[in-house]
């Protein structure tokens, strides 16, 4: 060991070793003279400690915030007044003997503190700085936890951890794919892979049997808040199963998951609703599960009701749904319910009608003249609501009324406070529709992807009325992740393509090798894949994913630490054959479009 290396670090010393001869490496956290005597608190990963330096020790050194350090002296303890019981290392200090500076530091851009309020820019800008802060320290020490204990527990159940490639050709997850021009092969590209999926389900056609991955993908989506162009997921696959044994093996893994690396018990077995329980429930297929406020169909209850919109919306084959905001009466006044209306309409809502029911009868809302007498009274044993609190209603087709109501629902709650901030509620979504028209081009698409099975093999059924075996796991009103039992059979996967408008050609230009590989006794399977980067986003407490990403891009999927993408020279555009028909200047943003010159297998 050389002469400046750490014996201890800050976090490793406590009373109980007092007089030892140490060795400390670190950053100056903060200094301080008290008359000649110079105090410095020595900042590393694990800790902050007390180093005092006498005069002599100092010299004529001048050490600045932030300058890295090789400290030796002893271990002492700090006289009685000096004690700092809420600090680690707080009854201790290190005498330091002589001190150097193993490097110096500018002024940095901001202080090295907990509670930093500093533009996100700067911060992604200097994020080597951002992450010398404990905070930011915690959280990475916590994913990295955290991904441990989710190893060991695929691990503990005879998973096997497999890397798959990350140039290689599309796999569709539903988003535009990152593309790598080849220079050995003039002309063809690679995509980076959207998720292991492909691969994953080739590696249970081998035999491998339980697959798991701490997976990289890579999505070029639209800007959408809180993604990241790449992201990291915990990616598996299991042969032999049904929905349930993936359930299972997931509740397994997040049980000893939270056990191991939060000490924390959660409630197991997940409860499950179909997606269109979920819908009728919640109005979303991702409900947060902490709080009650559940859709109310009225349909039954309409003719009762003189409110001509109701019924006609019931006439055109809409639905007529309620929420009841309890207490929203009281706490939500007539000015706040103009933000709401503007909400409902932004969603697809013509207005909103509401009643705020009065003590006897009446009361105030839009609707109030509508409901009195009876009528009012069934409404309120129907909604279980009283005087004090508030009903929204919608009355339009059914996509709209889920909605316009499940967005409500969440934003009146968070308004009024009434989503209790502890609990962990967990859930599985299942049997989601198997596919949704593309609105721009009037054709089916996916609602997973093209590789989930259907829930009647036999596809009698019209597109737009089957059901899928796909799975999400939801986590307080957010999605962890989605899974799907698959297509193992040959047939089905090319019928399922052919109805996604992908012809024999193009399947076997596309997934052929997949169609291929299905011919050699594909075992029936399914799997999933959690979002690490939002599990442990949401176990730390955090909305945004960006804390527990270390080198995360902005909004505009730019990476302004090293400042990417950026430009290339012709040469090296020319070695991969490709030319940029985009001249970018100064301050302009950056939408080129690449020509390949290279005919394809030139
Ligand atoms: N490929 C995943 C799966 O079905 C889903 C996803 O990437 O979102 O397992």
Redesign the pocket.
Known sequence: MSDWQRTHHCGALSSADEGTEVILNGWVHARRNLGGIYFIELRDRYSRLQVVLPEEVVGDLHVSPEDCLCIRGKVGLRGPKDTNPEHPTGEIEVIAESIERLAPSKVPPFEIIEDLDTAVELRLRYRYLDLRRPDMQRKLMHRSRFIAAMRNAFLARDFCEIETPILTKATP?GARDYLVPSRVHPGQWYALPQ?P?IFKQLLMISGMDRYFQVAR?FRDEDLRADRQPEFT?L?MEMSFVEEEDVFATWEGVLGDTFREAMDMEIELPFPRLTWCEAMNRFGSDKPDLRFEMELVDLADWVPNCEFGVFQSALDNGGRVMAIRVPGGGERISRGQMKPLEKQAKELGAKGLAWWKPGLEGGGAGPLARFVEGDVGASLLSRMGASEGDLLLFCADSEDVVWRVLGDLRVSVARQLDLIPAGPYRFLWVTSFPMFERDEQTGGWTSS??PFTAPEDWDMKADPGSMNSRAYDLVLNGWEL????IRIHRQEVQQRVFELLGIDAEQQQEKFGFLLEALEYGPPPHG???VGLDRIVALTLGLDSIRDVVAFPKTLTATDVLCDAPAGVSAEQLADVYVRNTTTVTAGESEHGVAENPAPAGS
């Open positions: 997850e998720s999926q993908c997921q990616d997973h992807h992740g989605s899974g799907s799997g999933f894949a």
